[in-house]
């Protein structure tokens, strides 16, 4: 309990989590270290905060050298060098950064309450095929007529790769970069006009994000070029439907080649079916859509109050 496991290979490296009691008792695997720390002299939640901070990232980041799988070992661990203010000092800091985790958190456990809410909403509908006017309907091998059809997916939408975008050439802006499971920063320009849906292409599969602002996808992503007149949010809630992991064509790296999804068959609902369900999902959606703006502001917050405060810059 209290440890720091430490991901020390591959593309979470540096990524930290604690070991809380109901996660007991629990194995970790070689890509993770453990790091057992001094409780008399530094509190785990300053730790989780300190390793959290961009120039520390970064700092890892820099001792992983140019391999392909980039990594560090238990030496280099050992010789991170850490500058520690006061025990009184490090609870201050924890607890005013705390305030801000905890509001994320309760902005979280909303916006997974409301994205069940739809999706359960689009199972009803599309799975279990229970839509408005579903009892007048005439099926054929439990698949309704005249209000959808069966097609390929390349005959639904098109998906393309993400555009390059290396980390040294972000410049803080307003448009959302999007990486393959999360926004990963935000640039001063766009390559994609909203709505932007994608899921991963790269390293993660399986994730499919919905970005109603401009924005960049990145080259670790498939983003939705073209709609092919179907309802956006339709779109996204079936994307997120498929099993996209099984698709996976990588070896070492997991990655989805979209020609395999070519020949994939779908049942796709009518345009009048798909605009119904989006007047029931879009006001739910437009709530999870400004939590996440919250979190966002919350996190913008944070990271700037974080370095100030471990520097001693910003008194507590």
């Known amino acids: ?15 930290i989590g604690i070991v809380k009691k109901h996660h007991l008792p629990a194995n970790t695997n070689q890509a993770c270290a453990i790091i057992r720390l001094k409780h008399e002299i530094v509190d785990y939640r300053f730790i989780k905060h300190y390793f959290s901070e961009k120039s520390f990232v970064y700092y890892v980041n820099s001792l992983s050298g140019q391999a392909a799988q980039p990594n560090i070992n238990l030496t280099d661990i050992g010789k991170l060098k850490l500058i520690l203010p006061p025990l009184t000092t490090q609870h201050r800091i924890v607890s005013i950064l705390s305030a801000y985790d905890d509001l994320i958190e309760v902005n979280n456990k909303r916006i997974k309450h409301l994205e069940q809410t739809t999706l359960q909403l689009y199972k009803e509908w599309f799975v279990r095929m229970r839509f408005p006017g579903y009892r007048g309907a005439k099926f054929v091998k439990g698949v309704p007529e005249k209000v959808g ?8 939408v ?13 410049k803080e802006g307003i448009y ?4 393959s499971t999360s926004i990963k920063a935000y640039h001063n320009q766009y390559k994609v006009k909203a709505p932007i849906i994608t899921t991963g292409r790269s390293g993660s ?15 670790t992503s498939l983003y939705v070029k073209d709609f092919k007149g179907n309802e956006p949010l339709y779109v996204y809630y079936t994307l997120k439907s498929i099993d996209f992991e099984s698709f996976n064509s990588g070896a070492g790296v997991p990655s989805l080649n979209q020609n395999h999804l ?11 079916l798909q605009t119904k369900f989006r007047e ?4 739910i959606f437009y709530q999870v859509e400004i939590l996440n703006q919250q979190n966002t502001q919350l996190r913008q917050i ?4 974080l370095p100030r405060l471990i520097s001693g810059k910003l008194q507590v």
Do not use: M
């Not at 309990?1 to 591959?10: Q, T, W, Y």
């Not at 059809?149 to 639904?156: A, H, Q, V």
């Not at 070519?262 to 009048?272: E, M, R, T, Y």
């Not at 029931?280 to 006001?283: M, N, S």
């Open 1 to 15: 309990e209290k440890d720091i496991l430490f991901s020390i290979a591959g593309i979470y490296l540096g990524k």
């Open 302 to 305: 944070n990271d700037r109050l």
């Open 158 to 170: 098109k998906l393309n790769r993400g555009f390059d975008l290396p980390e040294d050439k972000i």
């Open 176 to 179: 959302p970069v999007v990486a």
């Open 205 to 219: 599969l399986g994730t499919v994000l919905f970005v109603n602002e401009d924005g960049w996808p990145l080259n």
């Open 149 to 156: 059809e069966t097609k390929y997916f390349k005959d639904f």
């Open 280 to 283: 029931f999902v879009e006001p």
């Open 262 to 272: 070519h020949k994939l068959k779908i049942w796709i609902a009518g345009k009048l």
